[in-house]
């Protein structure tokens, strides 16, 4: 046997032995809130393959990108200038570091009062919250640049601009994307959390929706699609980020 | 610059948000919709002459280190036994790995049914990323001790419980430390979430009642709070983290 196989081996038999536990265990349940598996699995394929996706997946998925790509970029540009400035970074951290201190749930209600409770306000409060961990994740990373890097671009006359978006972002790449990650997470429960609370459409309002009105195999397929769309979600920035980064795992011999 | 040398910066530039608030909330535009600066600082100063505010206050913090406490209780057994097994390690990283990454929140609906919205749904919220958290820390720390080190353990025919206390252990601390740092912020987080979301007591609660009432004054003095109890609590994690690790201070970790 390949190394591969047997890798995949040893990473799924816990998987499939806890799944395989919960359908026997549950099969014969009475019990309303833990209803069998079988049934969760044939609700889930009549609800989410892919009958509801177009009205309650994928709006909460292009709040998500659209949040988070205004987040995430206005992040880099204000961290990357903030790191290029002592005097900036002194008056701007203190407040970022407040903001950030408040848990980004919480900034959902703010986000209600100016937005209502529709598309508008998920997105816009994905991009505020999503902004600070890029932010200072940029601003530390731009900040560390190797200095005789800086010394022999300098003395290569590479323009301000130049060493900015040629040296020092791409050094920080592999802080940013530390950051980055945290605001993938941050924007997927920003997600949930707007729809639970703005009501309507999207996946967080039905499980709610389902839940409040005792719909419980409903309930458990969408908490089953959320998992599964919370992993999904951090696959696909791990499959970005190395190919942003594909430089830094050569040059360091990183297992990709 | 003079002026910078006088003021510590962070009070100018709060300063200045705070006029620019009160500015803009006079604007015509903007309604009843952004209560003043002024309006917001005084309903966080009433509420906090009022014992039901700490309360709540309180109520946050016990949720959050209880499920915290619980969480790394029985992570850190799990961990130390997955770490000093091979097989273990290896079968539980992408288990692990994949509920890791799952935001709890996404378990608000259905705890809902089977808990309420009651504290135990809170702890339970809070200890979840604990476990998963502290578990992956404490296996990945086991793991790193130095073999040169547990090598000469053995040659001094040092038994398994020393190399396991006296080794394992401390090597695995600091990666434990950083762990507990994220979960003691990832703890407030849960604990105001399943107030906020889910209607289990405390601030987050206090927050959803507040926004649904339409009192834009309350609202905003409740995230001020947040803010302020967030800020105090990783400051003190910050101070404690080395005092506490001290034979790591200013390693990796």
Known sequence: ?256 | MSVIKRFPPALISMTVILLLWQWASGLESMGSMLPSATTTLSTLWTSLQQAATWQSIGITLLQGAIGLVLGVFIAVPVGLLLGLSRFGYYSTQFTLNFLRVIPPIVLIPILLLILGPTSQMAVFIVAWPVFFIMAMQTAYGVRDTDPVLLETMRCYRLGVARQIFHARIPSAAPFMALGLRICVVVAVLGSTVAGLIGGAPGLGQDLYYAESLGLTAETFAIVMLLGIIGMVISRLVEWAQPRIVFWTAGSRA
């Not at chain 1, 394929?45 to 987040?71: D, M, T, Y």
């Not at chain 1, 903030?82 to 701007?92: D, H, P, V």
């Not at chain 1, 941050?186 to 609370?197: N, R, T």
Request: hydrophobic fraction near 55%.
């Open chain 1, 1 to 256: 046997m390949n190394s591969r196989l047997v890798r995949f081996l040893v990473g799924a038999w816990l998987p499939i032995l806890l799944i395989w536990l919960w359908w026997t265990l549950s099969a014969d349940s009475t019990n309303p809130y833990w209803p069998p598996l079988e049934q969760i699995w044939q609700r889930f394929l009549e609800l989410w393959v892919f009958e509801q996706v177009p009205i309650h997946v994928l709006p909460s998925l292009r709040n998500l990108f659209i949040g988070l790509a205004i987040g995430v970029s206005a992040g880099i540009l204000i961290g990357a200038h903030i790191g290029l400035s002592n005097l900036a970074a002194r008056f701007i951290i203190p407040v970022v570091d407040f903001i950030r201190s408040i848990p980004s749930i919480a900034l959902i209600p703010i986000f209600i009062v100016f937005f209502g409770l529709e598309g508008e306000m998920r997105i816009a409060v994905i991009a505020f919250a999503t902004c600070f961990p890029v932010l200072l994740a940029t601003n530390q990373g731009v900040r560390s640049t190797d200095p005789t890097l800086l010394d022999t671009v300098r003395a290569l006359r590479f323009s301000p601009f130049q060493i900015l978006w040629k040296v020092r972002l791409p050094a920080a790449g592999p802080q940013v994307f530390s950051g980055i990650q945290l605001s993938v997470l941050i924007g997927f429960i920003v997600m949930i959390g707007s729809e639970i609370l703005g009501a309507g459409f999207g996946i967080g309002a039905f499980a709610k929706i389902t839940a409040d009105s005792f719909l419980i195999v409903d309930a458990w397929t969408s908490t089953i699609l959320m998992g599964l769309l919370g992993y999904v979600i951090y696959l696909i920035f791990r499959a970005v980020e190395r190919f942003v980064l594909r430089w830094y795992y050569a040059a360091n011999k990183l297992e990709m």
